[in-house]
């Protein structure tokens, strides 16, 4: 009986091989999450730096000198990160008759944006967003007009003059919610399809939100402007110390585990010396 092995014993050959692959295993899977989780740390912080960078420059075109907006030749260059919430000045003749109200939720309460055509001295047209508008009844008292041929030959009133920050075009629509240019349902300012609802020649790839005050003497009402909303979410940090953390804690495990198993290396070796 003495000479005798029961391989179920703890330190038997028989069961120190799995329990070893299984320590391998395990050792592997902790190096990669590790791994990982520093990585994902660190491209947090990249993303960071970029957001605050981000921040930065959007402020600083917030608070500029109003330039002008690009004109024809240089649409094609237009683009999110270069050109919006760039503060412009443009000038030109509204086209009041095709003014297309848009869905919005504003400081103000719920309610619309009011998106006008603006006629330029180059003959473009550019959307502006003169404001927001309370009326529960906007899209009866702005009716789908259609232009039948260039509605700026025709443009009535002074020219006017006017300031507020470059937007990019929100094409589409808003969260599950498509626009419908048929029944004259607007949920985003969608540049591209504005245009085509309207049959305007000739339009900029973006829009314009007008600052306060912005509106001729003569419009037909004076929507509230200057309502940009400019905040960017910026949890990076968050993040960051989120994963940081984590892969900290893997690694502590890692540790303890490595070192309870020295432990019973050292104690099994011990007793076998003992015996």
Do not use: C
């Given at each position: 009986m003495t000479g005798r092995?029961?391989?179920?014993?703890v330190g038997a050959p028989g069961a120190r091989r799995p329990r070893g692959v299984?320590?391998?295993i395990l050792a592997i899977a902790g190096l990669v999450l590790i791994v990982l989780f520093t990585g994902l740390g660190?491209?947090?912080?990249?993303?960071?730096?970029?957001?605050l960078d981000l921040i930065e420059r959007v402020d600083t075109r917030v608070h500029a000198t109003p330039v002008a907006p690009p004109d024809a030749a240089h649409w094609a260059q237009v683009a999110k990160d270069s050109h919006e919430y760039r503060h412009v000045r443009l000038g030109g003749r509204?086209?009041?008759?095709?003014?297309?109200?848009?869905q919005a939720v504003s400081e103000l309460g719920a309610g619309y944006w009011l998106?006008?055509?603006?006629c330029t001295a180059d003959g473009a047209i550019v959307l502006v967003n003169r404001g927001f508008i309370p009326a529960a009844d906007a899209r009866e008292r702005y009716p789908a007009r259609r232009a039948a041929g260039d509605p700026c030959a025709d443009a009535a009133g002074s020219p006017h003059s006017l300031t507020g920050l470059?937007?990019?075009?929100?094409?589409?629509?808003?969260?599950?919610?498509?626009?419908d240019p048929a029944k004259n349902r607007?949920?985003?300012?969608?540049?591209a399809g504005i245009a085509a609802a309207r049959g305007l020649p000739k339009v900029a790839p973006y829009f314009v939100d007008a600052a306060s005050g912005q509106d001729p003497a003569g419009a037909p009402e004076h929507p509230v402007g200057g309502l940009t909303v400019i905040s960017f979410q910026n949890n990076h940090l968050v993040y960051a110390i989120t994963w940081y953390a984590l892969a900290l804690m893997v690694a502590g495990a890692f540790w303890f585990v490595a070192r309870s198993n020295n432990k019973e290396n050292r104690?099994?070796?011990d007793d076998g010396s003992k015996a």
């Open positions: 092995h029961d391989p179920e014993l299984v320590r391998i660190t491209w947090q912080v990249q993303r960071l730096q970029w957001k509204f086209l009041f008759d095709y003014s297309t109200p848009v998106v006008t055509p603006l470059l937007r990019m075009a929100e094409p589409g629509g808003g969260f599950l919610r498509e626009n607007w949920f985003s300012r969608d540049v104690k099994a070796k």
